[in-house]
């Protein structure tokens, strides 16, 4: 049996479950080479904690069978069974369970436990793991990034506390790791009670992962302090906060952004819209390009 061209198909029906903001998980039932049954996660879909996608794609298969015991049957899943469903497989009687990825996080094929070795059952099926792993794990993974991503908020920085956490990424990123002396990171302009400058912070779940600042300087705004954590790089936090300036900017009726790049950031900020200007200068003894652009 060519278990790559099943899992391939449990993959498909993992993908279905991204209409309804369900984990992407999938699986199929296999008997005689021929899928006699496929689900996916419906748990948010259905508002159902037992709507894994073993159980769905195994009760499918015992009708279709009209036959609860399915031991000359084979189940794929993209990923390692949660207790419910590895309990679910020894209660259906499936002869096989071939897996993709592994879930550290309650799989109980072997990654937390294994449900297969505790004595006193009446069946213990067969067990094949690692088949198509990445696309499985890279799937999931890809969703909880985007939800992640989702979950970040850029706000306008008010009041002290929070000013002090984006203070705080900014001695992360700027004072330790890039070893910039304390006392050029911060100024005159890091105060939230002046005017004529405006502090935004990336938050998610009251945590700073990102921070910028913006100075008035007439019609020009001038974008600095841009900060990410590097644990939170990947999640697109530092376009989140270049959008919101971008937008605060014109609806201030500012006609144009402008900052100071590091080198190596100077295709991020292209993405963003802005073009180089002049020679390289040292800002804090790293080198940088002034960059604008017109809204």
């Known amino acids: 049996m060519n278990h790559e061209t099943y899992m391939k198909e449990a993959l498909i029906e993992?993908?279905?479950?991204?209409?309804?903001?369900?984990?992407?998980?999938?699986?199929?039932?296999?008997?005689?080479?021929?899928?006699?049954?496929?689900?996916?996660?419906?748990?948010?879909?259905?508002?159902?904690?037992?709507?894994?996608?073993?159980?769905?794609?195994?009760?499918?298969?015992?009708?279709?069978?009209?036959?609860?015991?399915?031991?000359?049957?084979?189940?794929?899943?993209?990923?390692?069974?949660?207790?419910m469903c590895a309990g679910a497989t020894i209660l259906s009687r499936i002869g096989t369970v071939v897996y993709g990825a592994k879930e550290p996080k309650g799989g109980s094929l072997g990654s937390t436990f294994n449900m297969l070795e505790i004595s006193g059952f009446n069946h213990y099926p067969n067990q094949i793991s690692g088949i198509l792993e990445e696309e499985c794990r890279g799937l999931v993974m890809?969703?909880?990034?985007?939800?992640?991503?989702?979950?970040?908020?850029?706000?306008?920085?008010?009041?002290?506390?929070l000013f002090?956490?984006?203070?705080?990424?900014?001695?992360?990123?700027?004072?330790?790791?890039?070893?910039?002396?304390?006392?050029?990171?911060?100024?005159?302009?890091?105060?939230?009670?002046?005017?004529?400058?405006?502090?935004?912070?990336?938050?998610?779940?009251?945590?700073?992962?990102?921070?910028?600042?913006?100075?008035?300087?007439?019609?020009?705004?001038k974008v600095g302090r841009v900060a990410v954590l590097k644990s939170s790089r990947g999640l697109h936090i530092g376009a989140k906060l270049m959008d919101a300036a971008d937008r605060y900017a014109r609806n201030s009726g500012y006609d144009t952004l402008e900052l100071d790049a590091q080198l190596y950031a100077i295709p991020f900020y292209e993405k963003q819209g802005f073009t180089t200007h002049g020679g390289v200068f040292l800002d804090a003894n790293i080198e940088h390009k002034k960059m604008t652009k017109k809204l």
């Open 142 to 161: 890809d969703f909880f990034k985007e939800k992640r991503k989702e979950q970040i908020k850029v706000k306008h920085i008010h009041d002290q506390d």
């Open 14 to 83: 993992a993908k279905k479950a991204l209409e309804h903001n369900d984990v992407p998980i999938g699986a199929v039932v296999v008997r005689d080479e021929t899928i006699i049954a496929r689900s996916y996660n419906k748990r948010e879909y259905l508002n159902d904690p037992t709507a894994h996608a073993e159980v769905l794609a195994l009760r499918e298969a015992g009708k279709n069978l009209n036959n609860w015991n399915l031991s000359d049957c084979t189940l794929y899943v993209t990923i390692e069974p949660c207790p």
């Open 164 to 221: 002090e956490k984006a203070l705080s990424v900014r001695k992360e990123v700027f004072v330790i790791e890039q070893q910039v002396d304390e006392t050029l990171e911060y100024d005159e302009y890091d105060d939230i009670a002046r005017d004529d400058v405006i502090h935004l912070a990336a938050i998610q779940n009251e945590s700073v992962l990102g921070t910028l600042r913006l100075i008035s300087k007439g019609k020009t705004l």
